[in-house]
């Protein structure tokens, strides 16, 4: 069955830097479009980044666009999201999912928590 | 990118039958059938429960429908359980340089 585990979460500084990675396995990774999605403390969700299936082609929300960067390793079926200049509002648990172009959210993960604290 | 408008709460008595709806603009919900709708549950990952408007995934309950009129969409919850009690959100694509659009987030509650 799919199965998305994101790592890398923890506590940072602000002005820090943090590298997520989500290991996907149970479907072609290759095939699928992905998104990284996230959900601060109590609030509701917030679309951050796409991912083409080759990773030619990537699109960010504006909170975080010149800061986040995301990427894939196909050989590794491995999806990142490198983000700089994090702000206490990043902090937040960031999903990584499978997304059906110009559509839905299928598959997630159970998430990795993120918190910018001094 | 504006979040599309949800309300904030909708309750209902179980058998009942509650609608949320999902508000956004002609950039978005009034010119794609690229709507969807997710459940979560408290401290779980959102779960999709329909996908371009009107379609259910396999294995979802047809007490959950989906509907689209001009710049809103509607989810409705027929026959309320207790189980459905939830936060729902909706998603749509958007012509704009975000490409999705996520609404703000409906609490359902069974009284």
């Known amino acids: 069955q799919v199965q998305l585990v994101e790592s890398g979460g923890g506590l940072v500084k602000p002005g820090g830097s943090l590298r997520l990675s989500c290991a996907a396995s149970?479907?072609?990774?290759?095939?699928?479009?992905m998104s990284w999605i996230r959900q601060a403390p109590g609030k509701g969700l917030e679309w951050l980044s796409y991912i083409s299936s080759s990773g030619n082609t990537v699109y960010y929300a504006d909170s975080v666009k010149g800061r986040f960067t995301i990427s894939r390793d196909n050989a590794k079926n491995s999806l990142y999201l490198r983000m700089n200049t994090l702000r206490a509002d990043d902090t937040a648990v960031y999903y990584c999912?499978?997304?059906?172009?110009?559509?839905?959210?299928?598959?997630w993960g159970q998430g990795t928590l993120v918190t910018v604290s001094s | 990118q504006s979040a599309l408008t949800q309300p904030a709460s909708v309750s209902g008595s179980p058998g009942q039958s509650i609608t949320i709806s999902c508000t956004g603009t002609?950039?978005?919900?009034?010119?794609?059938?690229?709507v969807s709708w997710y459940q979560q549950h408290p401290g779980k990952a959102p779960k999709l429960m329909i996908y371009?408007?009107?379609n259910r995934p396999s294995g979802v309950s047809n007490r959950f429908s989906g509907s689209k009129s001009g710049n809103t969409a509607s989810l409705t919850i027929s026959g309320l359980q207790a189980e459905d009690e939830a936060d729902y959100y909706c998603?749509?694509?958007?012509?704009?340089?975000?490409?999705?659009?996520f609404g703000g987030g409906t609490k359902v509650t069974v009284l």
């Open positions: 998603l749509s694509y958007t012509s704009t340089f975000t490409l999705y659009v």
């Open positions: 149970g479907f072609t990774f290759s095939d699928y479009y």
């Open positions: 002609s950039s978005d919900v009034g010119d794609y059938n690229y």
């Open positions: 371009d408007v009107s």
């Open positions: 999912a499978t997304v059906r172009v110009y559509s839905y959210v299928d598959y």
